[in-house]
């Protein structure tokens, strides 16, 4: 499936550069660490409205951790 978009976010990087790669790229598959992914939603640069799939890897390890549950719910709701 050559036509497939594909960009990967997580932090440690500026957001900015996260921000350019999604308006030069529009990827159709996002992947990326919770926290990161609520930062580009909420910038507005990641617009979730249209997901159709939300798929958390790790499930159990990313829930123990209280802020990653609460990054999580967020992001779900914003879909």
């Known amino acids: 499936m050559p036509a497939v978009k594909v ?3 997580f932090g440690g990087l500026p957001t900015k550069n996260d921000e350019d790669v999604l ?3 529009c990827p159709h598959i996002v992947v990326g660490t919770p926290g990161r ?3 580009l939603a909420k910038s507005k640069a ?3 409205r249209y ?3 939300f ?3 790790e499930c159990d390890k990313v829930l123990e951790s209280i802020d990653m549950r609460r990054d999580v719910q967020e992001i779900f709701k914003m879909t």
Do not use: A, G, P, Y
Request: hydrophobic fraction near 50%; charge should be positive; charged fraction near 20%.
């Open 7 to 9: 960009s990967v976010f």
């Open 51 to 53: 997901v159709k799939h």
């Open 46 to 48: 990641l617009n979730l």
């Open 37 to 39: 992914i609520l930062s």
């Open 23 to 25: 308006k030069k790229n």
């Open 55 to 57: 798929i958390i890897d």
